[in-house]
């Protein structure tokens, strides 16, 4: 049916599984018209080919979101297929977990790489246009652990933190401007990501229920959207927690997390 989105363009990094994939199906089926990108060709054409299926529009390109280079031209391609992108969701993500002995340097800065300049990235390439054109959206995907440094994901949060930060400081640049910028800050969803996780997740999410979420947030072009809200509210008393409190629940609760995969 069509909603808010309707005849839009918008384009989704990291759509090939997860909160991506469900948000492509999401807004397909209020009329948008969509750009997908990710790095795993061969499962966009599987969600470009269930979208067109299902009667949307889709369009497809292949790229790392931490090359600079590849992501512009990407969305260019995008643009030239579909037209001015009205939307622009960040999505893309990887989770590793923060080593200390020895330190995983080359997973830190890859996350950091892929997370945060991932995120500058896609912006940067639909920027300029909808300065130009005087209106526009740009969201990203961040997370709850943003609000606090976790102990065996010190690395995974500071990248949400910096996400949070720049997408903050990007609001208020822009609010003259028409663009209106979104920080969603998801709690545990159910993905690739999450089911290496040996971990108990509280209030846990299916992905589909997560996507209508995001995109009802959307619709209302909220500033930062925290859900569900018992996460939020548990990372919020979290980050009052003195440094030997956090240490024993987290020692209590997780053993050592495996590498998890990019969404």
Known sequence: MPGAFAERVAVITGA??????????????????????????????????????????????????????????????????????????????????????????????????????????????????MLQRGQGHLAAVSSVA??????????????????????????????RKNIAVTTICPGFVKSEMTDGNDFHMPWLLETDDAAKRIVRALERKKKVFTFPWQMGLMMRVTAWLPDWALDQVVTRRSKKLPKRKLS
């Open 16 to 129: 090939s599984s997860g909160i991506g994939s469900a948000l492509a199906k999401e807004l397909s089926r209020q009329g948008c018209k969509l750009g997908l990108l990710a790095r795993r060709k061969d499962r966009l054409e599987q969600l470009a080919a269930d979208v067109k299926t299902a009667g949307g529009t889709a369009a497809l390109a292949q790229a790392d979101v931490g090359n600079r280079e590849e992501t512009l031209q990407a969305i260019q391609q995008l643009r030239e297929q579909l037209g001015p992108i009205d939307l622009m969701i960040a999505n893309a993500g990887v989770g590793t977990p923060t080593e200390i002995d020895p330190m995983n340097s080359a997973d830190v800065a890859a996350m950091f790489r892929i997370n945060v300049m991932g995120v500058v990235h896609a912006i940067e390439a639909v920027l300029p246009d």
């Open 146 to 175: 943003g609000m606090k440094g976790l102990p065996g994901s010190g690395a995974y949060c500071a990248t949400k933190s910096a996400i949070n930060t720049f997408m903050e400081a990007l609001r208020i640049q822009l609010r």
